[in-house]
Every structure is written in C-alpha cells, then in structure tokens.
C-alpha cells in the first residue's frame, strides 16, 4: 500500500507543455492568422494617429474608387464612400467598434458563463436549476434578443453588447460544465476533499486551472461568432447609428452602390471576413494542440 498523502501540492494542475509555444509557432498557417489578426488589432488601436483623415469629414470626392491619386499622393488608398468619406479611416474606426464590440461581449459572458458552469459542476444540488435556465437562454435566438433590446434601451453598440452576452453566458456555460464534470470525476478532488480544502480553493485553483484551457479554446471561437453575430445585428440597423463607424453598418449603408461603387460594401465585409477566419484558425489549432486526442504525438 502507498504511503503517499495527499497534499495541496499533491494536487496535480494541467499546465502547458515545454515546446508548445514552439508546437504553435510551427503550425505556418494557424501563425500567419496570430500575426494578421494581431496587425489589425494594433492598427484599430491606433486609429486616432495612423487615420489619415477625420472618418466623419464629409467632401464632394464622392464613391473615389480605390487607390485614387490626387496631386501625385495617395490621398484616398481605399478611396471614398457615399459621403466623401476617406474609406481607410472609417474601415479603421469600424474595426476598432467592431473589435470592442466582441472582445467585450466575449469576456463578460465568458466569465459569467465559467461561473455558472463551475458551480453546477461543483455543487451537483443546484445543476438541475442552472441549467434550466441556461436551457431557456440557449432557446432565445440572438437576433431575436438583439430585436428586444433594441425595442429597450434603444438601437446603439450597447444593445448589441447586451445581446451578445445573453447569447455567449450559455454556451460558455455548457462547454464549462462539461469539462469540469471531467475533473471533478479526478481522484485529486476527492483527495483535495479528504483533507479538508475549502470549497473555493478546490473550485478556483484545481478545479477551474484544470479546465481553463479547454474553457479559453471554445471563447477563441466565440470570439469569432461575436464578431460575426455584431455585424449581423449592425447590418440590420440595430447597432452603431449614422454617421458612426462599424463594420457591419459600414456594409449596410454600402449595399445601396454596390454596383455603382461596390468597393464601399465589399470592404468592411472583407474585413469582417478576414477577422472571423483568423480567429477560427487561431482557435482550431489551440484546439489540437491543447487536446490530448487531437495532437499528434
């Protein structure tokens, strides 16, 4: 028989592998989407400074196409919109509202969802109740709720905000519950038990350090459905208003001179794309690397 006793330090805790970083940098495609997706991060960022225009000036050079030299300079490099506006500095601003708008709605029902699933994993009497209730969320179609919002508190970036961590809080909530199922079935909780842990530490340093990688795959690819989902809910006139600047909304006013001037529509829509598939790659090769069945021995 063993003579081993169990001790916090006893309890083991999933932490990264030497060489994952190495596994990542490796995989070319999933590190051209890091570096993409973070160049256009760091360029919304930075829109105030690297803007070369006022996105809400208004000038007769109306629908310029791109690349339009005025002067012997590139004064409009996307051209301009409906308005005269210069394209390059609104296509940042609306990558900038865009972004927040799903960073934001990511991280608050993100932790919102962890907590419920963690405590429905954790105390087995109150999992009947929560996800229940995480049922009926899961029912309320996103569109639906960005409709009713709007109906509330008014059409803007808060209801869509609002919206979107509805719809986040119970999917975050499911893949929480169902990876900490996993780890509470671990003899290391019952030991963590058997010597008297309180119930926060086991819940928030073994039990949650045990699911987080898991937990923070999935909100890579709830990120994209944010982004996705926000523009959807900006195209329909429910997010960021005349004259701001947003992706989606860019892509609605737009939609009138397609024809005429398609380069209006097409790219924010590009943009959209573009930010979407790069956090779908990101999240997919997380995925296979942190999966033990996925990667590849």
Not at 4 to 28: E, N, Q, S, Y
Not at 87 to 98: C, K, V
Not at 183 to 191: I, L, P, R, T, Y
């Amino acid at each position: 028989m063993s003579d081993i006793v169990a001790t916090p330090a006893a309890i083991p805790v999933r932490k990264p592998r030497p060489g994952m970083l190495r596994r990542l940098v490796r995989d070319r495609l999933a590190l051209a989407a890091g570096v993409i997706l973070l160049a256009i991060m760091i360029a919304a960022l930075l829109a105030p400074w690297i803007a070369p225009h006022d996105p809400y000036l208004t000038t007769r050079r109306r629908m310029l196409p791109p690349v339009w030299e005025a002067r012997g300079t590139w004064t409009y490099l996307l051209g301009t919109d409906s308005l005269g506006r210069c394209m390059l500095s609104r296509l940042l601003y609306g990558t900038r509202a865009t972004l927040m708008v799903g960073i934001v709605a990511t991280a608050i029902g993100g932790a919102i969802g962890m907590a419920i699933g963690f405590i429905a994993a954790f105390y087995r009497r109150f999992d009947g109740v929560l996800m229940r209730i995480n049922d009926v969320l899961l029912s309320i179609p996103a569109i639906l709720l960005g409709l009713a919002l709007a109906a509330v508190i008014g059409s803007g970036l808060n209801a869509i905000i609002a919206a979107l961590v509805v719809a986040t809080i119970p999917t975050v909530a499911r893949v929480t519950r169902g990876a900490a199922l996993v780890v509470m079935a671990q003899d290391f909780m019952e030991a963590g038990r058997s010597i008297g842990l309180p119930d926060f530490t086991l819940m928030w340093r073994y039990l949650a350090l045990n699911c987080i990688s898991s937990v923070f795959v999935y909100l890579t690819l709830r990120f994209a459905q944010s982004i996705l989902l926000g523009a959807v809910l900006s195209f329909l006139g429910l997010g960021a208003q005349p004259p701001a600047a947003e992706l989606g909304m860019m892509a609605s006013s737009g939609r009138n001179e397609l024809f005429i001037a398609p380069h209006i529509a097409t790219l924010p829509s590009l943009m959209i794309v573009i930010i979407v598939l790069c956090a779908n790659i990101l999240g997919d090769a997380l995925r296979d690397l942190l999966d033990p069945r996925l990667r590849k021995l």
